[in-house]
T-cell receptor
Framework: KQEVTQIPAALSVPEGENLVLNCSFT??????LQWFRQDPGKGLTSLLL?????REQTSGRLNASLDKSSGRSTLYIAASQPGDSATYLC???????????????FGQGTTLQVKP | KAGVTQTPRYLIKTRGQQVTLSCSPI?????VSWYQQTPGQGLQFLFE???????NKGNFPGRFSGRQFSNSRSEMNVSTLELGDSALYLC?????????????FGPGTRLTVL
């Protein structure tokens, strides 16, 4: 059974700092891994999708990496800003027994606060 | 292009009642998935629909059901509500619902059961 874990649960950094959020998964047979952002009381915004054949994806100040062999993904945020404050969730799509479906298994999220 | 819309945004019900939530996917998307989000359990998969057929189902009791219409809009129904059903219910749409597709989430419906 695939389990996704995110550590730490919360993180507070000063504005301008570069930071890394961690995501680990127990079953390396993932099909892809997505990073989402969730603002309080809101839905999820997709940030980056990494296919299992890829090592990383970049969008602006965000860079996500995937290492299937170690069961880890990281989200790197460069030059953090107060507007980056939100909860960041990673989610894996499993490659076993679920057919071609998009079922996502989520981590519990890391709540990031960027202080001005 | 309009995003995923969910109605209603907020709902208050009492134990034993039933509730129906609605989700309209992005135009052209044929897959809709539903998730329940609670502080204790986080985000959990409920079910996925593609072309009016349930393609995958999570580990929830039979009180939770759903359906998809020919225009890809989806509804989920929860019967005999329990206090523990209080949660944010999110739906997500994607083009084909396959494992390569990015999923786009709606704003959610906040259900409170009293």
């Amino acid at each position: 059974k695939q389990e996704v874990t995110q550590i730490p649960a919360a993180l507070s950094v000063p504005e301008g700092e570069n930071l890394v959020l961690n995501c680990s998964f127990t079953d390396s047979a993932i099909y892809n891994l997505q990073w989402f952002r969730q603002d309080p009381g809101k839905g999820l915004t997709s940030l980056l999708l990494i296919q299992s054949s890829q090592r990383e994806q970049t969008s602006g100040r965000l860079n996500a990496s995937l290492d299937k062999s170690s069961g880890r993904s990281t989200l790197y945020i460069a030059a953090s800003q107060p507007g980056d404050s939100a909860t960041y969730l990673c989610a894996a799509t499993v490659n076993r027994g679920s057919g071609n479906t998009g079922k996502l298994i989520f981590g519990q999220g890391t709540t990031l606060q960027v202080k001005p | 292009k309009a995003g995923v819309t969910q109605t209603p945004r907020y709902l208050i019900k009492t134990r034993g009642q039933q509730v129906t939530l609605s989700c309209s996917p992005i135009s052209g998307h044929r897959s809709v998935s539903w998730y329940q989000q609670t502080p204790g359990q986080g985000l959990q998969f409920l079910f996925e629909y593609f072309s009016e057929t349930q393609r995958n189902k999570g580990n929830f009791p039979g009180r939770f059901s759903g359906r998809q219409f020919s225009n890809s809009r989806s509804e989920m129904n929860v019967s005999t509500l329990e206090l523990g059903d209080s949660a944010l219910y999110l739906c997500a749409s994607s083009l084909g619902g396959g494992r390569t597709d990015t999923q786009y989430f709606g704003p959610g419906t906040r259900l409170t059961v009293l």
